[in-house]
């Protein structure tokens, strides 16, 4: 299954999903569903988070990423004891039922732009009445374990060139993800 652009050929080639980084270290899937990486590469402001932990990221744009993704959390063995998951906007909900099916390995869910294309308002309006929404199943989560929490919005502005979700390649999102990575190391 894919999540967007799978119409697009050029998104929806390429490899299903990227790895980078310390095999064993702290592990972070990124679920992507704008199918950047498409080269083997991480995007470059993420390079930096990869001398830290091992980023695997997938293409969701790709058909079989996803459930990849699941198959991944499935074996006990393939990562590091704690994982941790980033996705955006059209990728939330999906990202979500993989985490519900592998909760005890996941120690935190972050959104960015979660609510993109779905609710009307500004960015940050939108991601609360889209939490709001989901408050039962983003409870459930956090009794099971994880964490959930959405880093980043849009702005609005003309640093955000195209309409939400942000990239997860935006400086911005990147910050977001190392300040709370930082605050769950702790």
Known sequence: M?????????????????????RGATALLVFDPAGESKHDELPATWRGLAEQRQIV????????????????????????PIVDVVTS?????STLDVVERHPGRVRSVLLVDPAAGQVGG????????WADRNSDRLGALEKAGV???????????ERDRIPPPL???HPDVVTAVERALGDLDR
Do not use: C, K, Q, Y
Request: zero cysteines; aromatic letters at 4%; charged letters at 25%.
């Open 57 to 80: 990221w997938f293409r969701l744009a790709t058909e079989g990423a996803l459930s990849e993704a699941g198959e991944l959390l499935a074996d006990s063995d393939a990562l590091a």
């Open 147 to 157: 964490s959930v929490r959405i880093i980043a919005h849009s702005t609005e502005d």
């Open 122 to 129: 500004s960015p940050e309006e939108a991601d609360a009445t």
């Open 2 to 22: 894919t999540i967007e652009n799978h119409a697009d050929p050029v998104r929806a080639a390429g490899p299903r999903s990227v790895w980078r980084g310390t």
């Open 167 to 169: 990239p997860l390649g």
């Open 89 to 93: 906007g059209p990728a939330a909900e």
